[in-house]
């Protein structure tokens, strides 16, 4: 195994080594190639992983095959599966200033998002444990005295997790201790670019004993992603990042038709309504749409506002967003740290720039932010774009940058309307005092999750996931924890059977 010895910012017990390997069947292995990852915010090599090949994936999903195949996890008890989760969760939080610094600084998040993604970690993992404890099936005795019926749910079996690199050790969490505590067995192939909170993760699971080969990671690029979905080891797969790779992975799957969940792309709105909390409003509007630098698959990055009180809405935004302060990322001043590499910084200014030559205004920022402590990194000023209507790209497109575009209605239905009027259907929010407002709202909106009031708040028990091309299928709450599960059927019929067996009668329903 390679071994880096890295100063990691965030910790007094520096000089850790951080790993450099995959970690499969219980030992960390020396990768036959590398891939290095240079920080967002200074330009710096801050870490080491192995580059994947198809012949690692075939390895890893062998090894959590054989250990699934074994019973040694998916015969545990609940309560046994429950005990190592939990102690994976108390290992998170022990260790959660190396895990928030590491995905801060490759990521280029700031770090007090990261810290809160991290007791996010820890939470999903104690939740999962509960499921652990109490995942059961039905029983039916209402087809006959002699009938019983037996709906097992058992685990899926060989698990496949692909993440993203926005959040990193967040989405794994959302992921993997779910399709644990269902009894699967599982390989993870995080982000190339975000590898190393999820290793360290790894490395918590191996220290509780979990047995050698339930937890497998491979690192690498897209080619190590896609050789996980065509694997016919691999019988459930769950899926974030873009909707053009979830795209990829829905065609790579069909081979063996694996089981998929697929967590993809958004383009959410705020609607604020005449009858809104304009205060509660203005500030979650504006951190619906910088939160982790724009890059985020929930965020509000179109303002619906009412046109009633647009003009004022408008300049109270104004006035606010001067307060968001753009940083390093490892800097706890910091609200808005770095793009996640050179070509999506590019890409932001290029909406940009796009929005204003199809007639947007800018409001705010709309350049890239430079500084004594930002010229080497990759900042962009948090932007704010009016004037921005349906036909244009930037109402449209997932720019996944700190770029806020602002639109107009005059009613509930418009409204409506141009919420609905994007291929995404991920999150929605409302803000308005009036319940007769709320709820036909919530209910007409077309997307997975609709927050009131609020804005990017997930807890572990409310299942997320897309409408439209959001995505297939869901995660989190129990919701989340059955996509790791199948269901069996058992009929049993008891006694002796008075008649024969007529075709024709043998399904017919019983009165
Ligand atoms: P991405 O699709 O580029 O990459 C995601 C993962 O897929 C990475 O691990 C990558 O290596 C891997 N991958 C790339 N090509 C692959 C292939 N052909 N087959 C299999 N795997 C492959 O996404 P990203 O840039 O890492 O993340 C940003 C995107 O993720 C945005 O679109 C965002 O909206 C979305 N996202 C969605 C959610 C959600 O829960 N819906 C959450 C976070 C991010």
């Avoid at 974030?240 to 829905?250: A, D, F, Y």
């Amino acid at each position: 195994m390679t071994a880096q010895t890295t100063q990691v910012p965030g910790r007094s017990d520096t000089n850790r080594p951080r790993i450099c390997g995959h970690f499969i069947d219980g030992s960390w292995r020396e990768p036959a190639d590398v891939l290095q990852r240079h920080a967002p915010g200074t330009g710096a090599v801050v870490s080491t992983v192995g580059a994947g090949t198809a012949g690692d994936v075939d390895e890893a999903v062998r090894a959590a095959r054989h250990a699934f195949d074994s019973g040694i996890w998916s015969d545990a008890t609940g309560t046994e599966r429950a005990r190592i989760l939990h102690r994976v969760a108390d290992m998170i939080e022990a260790n959660s200033a190396l895990l928030a610094a590491l995905d801060a600084e490759e990521g280029g998040k700031p770090i007090r998002l990261s810290e809160g993604d991290i007791a996010g970690a820890a939470a999903l993992t104690r939740y999962a444990a509960g499921l652990a404890v109490q995942m059961h099936g039905t029983t039916y005795t209402n087809h006959g005295a002699d009938h019983t019926g037996l709906v097992l749910r058992e685990p899926a079996g060989v698990a496949g997790l692909i993440t993203p690199w926005n959040f990193p050790a967040l989405i794994l969490c959302q992921k993997l201790p779910f399709a644990l505590a269902a009894g699967c067995t599982v390989v993870v192939k995080p982000s190339e670019l975000t590898s190393s909170s999820t290793l360290e993760i790894a490395r918590l699971y191996a220290e509780t004993g979990l047995p050698d080969g339930v937890l497998n990671v491979v690192t690498g690029d897209g080619r190590a992603g896609q050789a996980l979905a065509e694997h016919h080891g691999v019988d459930v797969l769950s899926f974030t990042g873009s909707t053009t790779t979830g795209r990829k992975i829905l065609t790579a799957s069909q081979g063996n038709l694996k089981k998929l969940s697929l967590e993809l792309g958004g383009k959410a709105a705020n609607i604020v309504f005449a009858d809104a909390d304009l205060d509660d409003a203005a500030e979650g509007v504006l951190f619906g749409a910088f939160f982790n630098n724009g890059e985020c698959c929930v965020s509000q990055a179109r303002l619906l506002v009412h046109d009633s009180i647009a003009d004022d809405f408008l300049a109270e935004l104004k006035s606010r967003v001067g307060r968001i302060r753009v940083g390093q990322p490892l800097d706890h001043a910091t609200d808005v740290g770095a793009m996640i590499h050179p070509g999506h910084l590019e890409a932001v200014l290029g909406h940009i720039t796009q929005g204003t030559d199809q007639g947007a205004h800018v409001v705010a920022g709309g350049a890239r932010a430079s500084g004594p402590a930002l010229d080497e990194g990759l900042f962009v000023q948090p932007t704010i774009l009016d004037g921005v209507g349906p036909g244009m790209s930037v109402f449209r497109e997932e720019i996944f940058g700190p770029v806020l575009t602002v639109s107009r209605f005059h009613d509930v239905a418009e409204a409506i309307n141009l919420a609905n009027d994007v291929d995404y259907g991920l999150a929605n929010s409302i803000w308005s005092k009036n319940v007769d407002t709320v709820l036909p709202v919530a209910k007409a909106l077309k997307s997975g999750t609709v927050y009131v009031n609020t804005t990017i708040d997930a807890p572990p028990t409310l299942p997320f996931g897309g409408f439209k091309t959001s995505g297939v299928g869901r995660e989190m709450g129990q919701a989340g924890f059955e996509e790791f599960t199948e269901l069996k059927s058992v009929s049993i019929r008891t006694g002796k059977r008075s008649g024969t067996f007529a075709f024709g009668g043998v399904h017919a329903p019983r009165s």
